[in-house]
């Protein structure tokens, strides 16, 4: 299957700074890109919608402004954290379409914790 | 957001037993994906579902697209202990919209 690799996969920062996790569709270009966040014990949650060349399109309840999504170039997408928090502390998965409604192929995951 | 009803929450199951488990919707999808995840990764695809009544084999693993186009299964057979995880199903409910809605997991513990 298509490759997705996400990175860092583990992240540790203080209260008030921004964290970057990427996003990279290694062996096929993505024109959209999917953010999740995953609770302990928990199923996935789709955060936003990332979209090549345009705006993130976001999912209810999630702050744009904390989450921040740029999406520069067909194999790449990234989500930044901004001002994180304790109740930011979370596991962060991304996943790429090869195709058009195909399957849709995950990172590793980024595990941040914020102290 | 929306999520599926996926059962059963948990197993625990011997060796050499299959396995079963279920998703069901209230409405309709177009596709039907199955993952399992291990603990601090992400999950990765099993088994990919596009038609209603298709069923389609990965090894041990058979999964099936509900005719009515509100549910579909995943059975296990003959497990063995790498087999462990948590197996979520995931739909897509219509095209035009690329977004998947996933089930709540199926934790799948084996006893030797």
């Known amino acids: 299957g298509a490759v997705v690799s996400q990175h860092p996969s583990r992240v540790i920062c203080k209260s008030g700074t921004s964290v970057k996790i990427e996003c990279r569709s290694l062996d096929f270009q993505a024109t959209t890109m999917f953010w999740y966040r995953q609770f302990p014990k928990k199923s996935l949650m789709l955060m936003a919608t990332s979209n090549e060349g345009s705006k993130a399109t976001y999912e209810q309840g999630v702050e744009k402004d904390k989450f921040l999504i740029n999406h520069a170039s067909l194999t790449l997408s990234t989500l930044t954290v901004t001002s994180a928090h304790p109740e930011d502390s979370s596991f962060y998965i991304c996943s790429a379409n090869e195709g058009s409604y195909t399957e849709a192929f995950f990172g590793q995951g980024t595990r941040l914790t914020v102290v | 957001g929306q999520q599926l009803n996926q059962s059963p929450q948990s197993m625990f199951i011997q060796e050499g037993e299959d396995v079963s488990m279920n998703c069901t919707s209230s409405?309709?999808?177009?596709?039907w994906l199955w993952y399992k995840q291990e603990p601090g990764e992400g999950p990765v695809l099993l088994i990919a579902?596009?038609?209603?009544?298709e069923l389609t084999s990965n090894g041990r693993l058979t999964a099936q697209f509900g005719i009515t186009r509100k549910d579909s299964f995943l059975n296990i057979s003959a497990s063995i202990p790498s087999d462990v995880g948590i197996y979520f199903c995931a739909g897509r409910a219509f095209f035009g919209n690329e977004k998947l809605t996933f089930g709540t997991g199926t934790r799948l513990t084996i006893i030797p």
């Open positions: 579902l596009y038609k209603a009544g």
């Open positions: 409405s309709i999808f177009n596709t």
